[in-house]
């Protein structure tokens, strides 16, 4: 024979039954968040080490890049630096040269030129061939000897003789 629990009578059981229900729910979940900062924690463990890795590397790789570059960085600076003097002193050259080229047309001139033709004559010894420069002056030849007055060697000269001077027009 079967006889009929009223409902009344399960109550206690229902309730039990729900609260283990529910205690077992909650460890669960909490198991689950536990389970998941565990995940986390080690993911970003796991991407601050590969980070570190990589920027370990990336340093690695770039200071040899870093130090060659900036050599290139240097030598171009350099070749600048004394592509410019260069330039500055051919200009003073040219200059120079325009200017003496120049005294053709000034009033004392041919003294100029009678003396440096006496000069180049006397240098050059006895015999020695006079001609006249394109530019100005005269080049006095004989055996074995040239002596160059022309008004462009003078030039020349005149720079050359400068010496040590000539960087002032690049240095502050």
Do not use: F, N
Not at 73 to 82: E, F, H, K, N, T
Not at 85 to 102: F, G, I, N, P, W
Not at 127 to 149: N, S
């Amino acid at each position: 024979m079967t006889t009929a629990i009223p409902g009344a009578a399960l109550e206690p059981v229902r309730l039990r039954l729900r609260r283990d229900a529910e205690d077992k729910a909650a460890r669960l979940r909490a198991d689950a968040h536990a389970q998941a900062a565990s995940i986390v924690a080690q993911a970003q463990q796991d991407a601050a080490a590969a980070l570190a890795a990589a920027a370990a590397q990336a340093t690695a790789t770039a200071a040899p890049l870093t130090t060659a570059e900036l050599r290139q960085a240097r030598q171009a600076a350099r070749s600048a630096v004394l592509s410019a003097q260069r330039a500055a002193s051919d200009e003073l050259r040219r200059r120079v040269r325009a200017a003496v080229v120049a005294l053709r047309a000034e009033e004392g001139y041919d003294r100029l030129l009678q003396r440096i033709t006496r000069l180049a004559g006397q240098a050059a010894g006895p015999d020695a061939e006079l001609i006249a420069a394109p530019t100005g002056g005269v080049v006095a030849r004989r055996a074995g000897v040239v002596v160059d007055c022309s008004l462009d060697r003078l030039a020349e000269l005149a720079v050359t003789e400068l010496g040590a001077a000539v960087t002032k027009l690049w240095t502050p």
